[in-house]
């Protein structure tokens, strides 16, 4: 902990901030038990259930009553997601806001673009699920649509 700070790798964020947002969460802890709760929240709101390729995961905690989540693991996992030739970073914390087919205010998860890591703000699935689309949003406001089988696990 640094000052007000707690620190997950490269990663700081305020200590209060923190422990305000994770008021009232159910948590998680180790690989097994983590991946467990992951799983279950994609499943539980819509979202396919590769989207998270996570290793060695320390906790996942969730918030009910605001949709905060947050997931914390050893190190920052790469992963390719061949059927798009995506590759996407997962931080050593990702926390966010889910709910119904969307991850709002997304943090920890970052996209290669070309030569450039831009971060995943926001994922949203097509409201008719018919389609079979995911959206990307990053900060700067650029959407990338993708089809959702593309985030099956084991993708």
């Not at 060695?56 to 061949?82: C, D, L, P």
């Given at each position: 902990m640094l000052g007000d700070c707690i620190t997950f790798?490269?990663?700081c964020i305020d200590h209060r901030e923190a422990m305000a947002e994770k008021e009232g969460g159910v948590v998680k802890e180790g690989h097994e038990e983590g991946m467990k709760q992951a799983k279950s929240l994609l499943e539980e709101f819509g979202l396919p259930l590769?989207?998270?390729?996570?290793?060695?995961?320390?906790?996942?905690?969730?918030v009910r009553a605001t949709g905060y989540m947050w997931i914390v693991q050893k190190?920052?996992?790469?992963?390719?997601?061949?059927?798009?030739?995506?590759?996407?970073?997962?931080?050593?914390?990702?926390?966010?806001?889910v709910e119904k087919g969307r991850i709002r205010k997304l943090?920890?998860?970052?996209?290669?673009?070309?030569?450039?890591?831009?971060?995943?703000?926001?994922?949203?699935?097509?409201?008719?699920?018919?389609?079979?689309?995911i959206h990307f949003k990053s900060l700067a406001g650029v959407t990338k649509t993708f089809p959702v089988e593309a985030f099956a696990l084991g993708q």
């Amino acid at each position: 902990m640094l000052g007000d700070c707690i620190t997950f790798k490269a990663t700081c964020i305020d200590h209060r901030e923190a422990m305000a947002e994770k008021e009232g969460g159910v948590v998680k802890e180790g690989h097994e038990e983590g991946m467990k709760q992951a799983k279950s929240l994609l499943e539980e709101f819509g979202l396919p259930l590769g989207l998270l390729p996570l290793a060695n995961v320390v906790e996942v905690g969730f918030v009910r009553a605001t949709g905060y989540m947050w997931i914390v693991q050893k190190s920052k996992v790469e992963h390719n997601f061949k059927l798009v030739s995506k590759l996407v970073s997962y931080d050593t914390l990702i926390h966010g806001y889910v709910e119904k087919g969307r991850i709002r205010k997304l943090k920890g998860v970052k996209a290669k673009e070309l030569l450039l890591w831009p971060p995943v703000h926001e994922i949203t699935m097509n409201e008719d699920p018919a389609t079979g689309k995911i959206h990307f949003k990053s900060l700067a406001g650029v959407t990338k649509t993708f089809p959702v089988e593309a985030f099956a696990l084991g993708q």
